[in-house]
């Protein structure tokens, strides 16, 4: 009797360990490029990207838009500045606007 309960109890036991793990903060870094296409399913806007100074060199790539507002109000061809989240499960932009020419 008391082997059978080893199994599920070890299995709960590392369930709770999991869930009950911090979270890393999202590292943030700014942002600045010009939108590319958009693709409103999924929320997602590919934007060639401005060196990311201490994450990336300028690239294109699907960016995921974290509010639905923001996401709405981009255009192709529009430059943007924002800031990216980094987490260990992926990346999102949030504060994204319009950049106005200086």
Not at 27 to 50: K, S, W
């Amino acid at each position: 009797m008391r082997n059978s309960l080893a199994i599920p109890l070890t299995a709960l036991l590392l369930f709770v360990c999991c869930a009950c793990q911090k979270k890393e903060p999202a590292r943030i870094y700014q942002f600045r490029g010009t939108v590319v296409r958009l693709d409103p399913n999924a929320n997602v806007a590919v934007i060639h990207n401005e060196k990311i100074a201490g994450w990336m060199d300028p690239m294109t790539m699907e960016y995921p838009v974290e509010s639905k507002e923001e996401f709405k109000a981009l255009r192709p061809g529009e430059r943007i500045a924002a800031e990216v989240n980094v987490t260990t499960d992926g990346f999102y932009l949030t504060k994204v606007h319009e950049e106005k020419p200086q």
